[in-house]
């Protein structure tokens, strides 16, 4: 079939044509890559007497890519530039493409290839990468259902369409609850304690809006700093409980919103997911969930979290009573209250370690930040980082390229900045994997990489840099290292290159790791820069900030923890059909575990995206899991950095975990990057709590 390449979701030849992509062309163009791939399908369907890699495989594996980026780019751009029409098309061609992936993996006749190339006489001679495609191709038949009989196929494939229509809900509800809500401060001086350019961020909102004043909305960048900075403690509490109930039953107490209401997604999510996992033949959906993990089982993980939690409680007490202790005796606050933690912690932090964030973020303007980052890792892994063009969805988005010896390694596009339209958080998504290509040519990869801080304020006519907090700057970090997974991998198979088939627990190592260099002396030289006067952070600023590293860690270990219990169980001994609820559970859970347990209106769960619209289902601990793999990774940086072997611990890191990706187990690549199994000490006592 000829592709018709005036459609930019058609072209392949090169770099994504974002600056044509129109909603009008999404329905054709996933029409005619769906036809396509399943013309591929019904030809490698046919029987045959030898099936080979190049017969079988790399075909289905070229047809199939094909739909995986064109769908890539309309998923991308959902999240990024959402309008009501992007929408409406998405929503449309969404069942098509679950319905192909879904029936593909019930495909008896490819589940049955898989099985010959498996076992015939040329499976030994294929490279580890490609037999580690060939395992987990067969684990993901069974766990796709291609050995259920046809009734409960059907029902199987029912299931995905619906879950993946209730995810979009509830991620559109969220985005819509997000957007919808502004809160108008006329008088400055309720304003007290904020920041200057995040009142400058607010001011310039409102004008957008034609209204005069400072607008807040729940875009993290522009209601947190309220939390934690603004005096006006009525005003603290306004925003937190727009926050907390946003998208939820109890959102309606304080705005119109309860079309956006996700507790029956949740519900359904849940129950499908119950329904999937039985059909599959276990008990929960908890253990489907583990299958392709590190994790041994559901228990195991319940366990790794709770004794986490035993360790981080005493220190968890210590925390909150003093954070209570400060606020009566300090702040005249009596009762503290969720609303109060953020602005009573800044507080403390400035009172105890003599500096606030506020003149921190002075030297973290923007493209410092970003110099500096790339620096770090110019440094560490021997690529040039250099600015590059493509077309962009956005003018704010900017394009590079990381070159090796004058040699393209990998592209990556970086949105920093939030805006109406775009879904919270940060993430990094692959735009487009490393594969060998026909010819002998290698197709590179390239990353998304996307954010959403404060947005540059134009004040007194002059455009002013985005000044990140130390938080954002390690987000950055964060999601650089997920990228850096994705365009350093070595691997040549598309299925196990980058971040591709690596265990999801294991996923956060190297995103983890990078966020540890945010702390290192050297390289914060140069990443910061006062805005006015172009300062370095100062030494002495520096070990203030070093010094309240794990200020509260206990109680951010135990929050964690919270929230990984509360998925876990979710998805492992809840029963969705007993007369218990989703918020009872959650009660539950705090009771036994939390030091601070949330207002009874905090609806949390209800903008949970991780887990009920992202692919952390059964999988949020995975953040704690890998912080125990990255804080030992990182040690060896720590001991590398005495010796003087930075460098060669560099390109252990790059050529043990970053290079081969996917393609051998994930506890394979530590201990040969460590010499050794994982411990948990090296996280103890990076958190402080060791002893």
């Not at 046919?46 to 199939?64: G, H």
């Not at 603004?230 to 705005?255: H, P, Q, V, W």
Request: glycine share 6%.
């Amino acid at each position: 079939m000829t592709l018709d390449t005036s459609n930019p979701l058609l072209d392949f030849s090169g770099l994504t044509r974002f600056d044509a992509v129109k909603p009008e062309h999404v329905t054709p163009a996933i029409e005619q890559l769906i036809q396509e791939a399943a013309a591929v399908v019904t030809r490698l369907e046919a029987p045959s007497d030898n099936v080979t890699w190049d017969s079988f495989v790399i075909p289905l594996e070229e047809a199939t890519e094909r739909l995986g980026r064109a769908w890539g780019v309309v998923n991308h751009l959902n999240h990024v530039m959402d309008t009501p029409e992007l929408r409406a098309v998405y929503n449309e061609n969404q069942p098509k493409v679950t319905e192909f992936w879904t029936a593909l993996g019930q495909n008896e006749a490819l589940f049955a290839k898989y099985k010959a190339l498996r076992h015939n006489s040329g499976y030994d001679s294929l490279s580890p990468a490609r037999k580690r495609i060939v395992e987990n191709a067969l684990r993901d038949f069974r766990l796709g259902g291609a050995e259920l009989p046809e009734e409960r196929k059907e029902r199987f494939a029912e299931i995905q369409e619906q879950q993946a229509a209730t995810s979009t809900r509830f991620s559109e509800n969220v985005l819509d609850a997000t957007n919808d809500y502004k809160l108008l401060v006329e008088d400055e001086a309720e304003l007290s304690g904020v920041p200057d350019d995040v009142k400058d961020a607010a001011r310039a909102a409102a004008e957008r809006d034609g209204k005069a004043g400072w607008q807040f909305t729940l875009h993290f960048p522009s209601y947190y700093p309220l939390l934690q900075f603004c005096d006006n403690r009525s005003l603290r509490e306004t925003i937190y409980r727009a926050s907390a109930t946003k998208a939820s039953d109890a959102g309606t107490m304080f705005s119109d919103s309860a079309k956006w209401d996700n507790t029956a997604n949740i519900v359904k999510l849940l129950q499908l997911r119950h329904e999937e996992a039985k059909l599959l033949d276990y008990s929960s959906f908890a253990e489907v969930s583990l299958v392709p993990k590190m994790a041994e089982s559901p228990q195991h993980v319940v366990e790794f979290l709770e004794d986490l939690a035993k360790r981080a409680r005493p220190f968890a007490e210590k925390d909150l009573e003093e954070l209570r202790t400060f606020a009566r005796d300090e702040l005249g606050i009596d009762e503290l209250q969720s609303w109060d933690v953020a602005y009573a912690s800044e507080k403390l932090r400035e009172q105890r370690y003599a500096f606030s964030e506020k003149k921190v973020k002075e030297y973290f303007p923007e493209p410092k930040v970003v110099a500096g980052l790339f620096s770090v890792i110019q440094e560490l892994f021997s690529v040039t980082i250099k600015p590059d063009t493509a077309p962009v969805w956005h003018p704010d988005v900017r394009f590079f390229r990381i070159e090796r010896e004058g040699a393209l390694i990998g592209q990556f596009y970086l949105d920093l900045y939030a805006r109406e339209g775009k879904g919270q958080g940060a993430w990094m998504d692959d735009a487009r994997g490393r594969r060998a290509a026909a010819g002998g040519a290698v197709q590179t990869p390239i990353a998304y990489l996307t954010c959403n801080f404060t947005p540059p304020a134009t004040v007194d006519g002059k455009l002013q840099p985005s000044l990140f907090t130390h938080d954002e700057v390690i987000t950055l970090f964060h999601e650089f290292g997920h990228g850096l997974h994705h365009m350093l991998t070595e691997v040549e198979e598309l299925s196990v290159s980058g971040i591709s088939g690596v265990e999801w627990d294991a996923v956060e190592l190297p995103s983890q790791f990078m966020e540890n260099f945010c702390w290192e002396w050297d390289k914060l030289q140069q990443m910061t820069a006062h805005v006015k006067t172009g300062e370095p952070l100062p030494r002495a600023l520096y070990d203030k900030m070093l010094a309240a590293k794990n200020f509260q860690s206990g109680m951010m270990t135990l929050r964690q923890v919270e929230f990984s219990l509360i998925d876990m169980h979710l998805h492992y001994d809840f029963d969705p059909q007993s007369e218990q609820t989703v918020q009872d559970l959650i009660n539950d859970i705090r009771r036994q575990f939390s030091v601070l347990i949330p207002p009874a209106f905090n609806r949390f769960q209800h903008s949970f995206g991780h887990i009920f619209s992202g692919g952390y289902a059964a999988g949020y601990y995975s953040y704690k899991w890998a912080e125990v793999l990255s804080a030992d990774a990182y040690a060896a940086f720590e001991e590398a950095l005495d010796s003087g072997n930075l460098v060669e611990t560099g390109k252990r890191f790059q050529r043990e975990i970053l290079a081969v990706g996917g393609s051998r187990p994930a506890l394979e690549s530590f201990k040969a990057f460590r010499g050794r199994e994982p411990s948990i000490d090296a996280l103890l006592r990076h958190s402080g709590m060791n002893a």
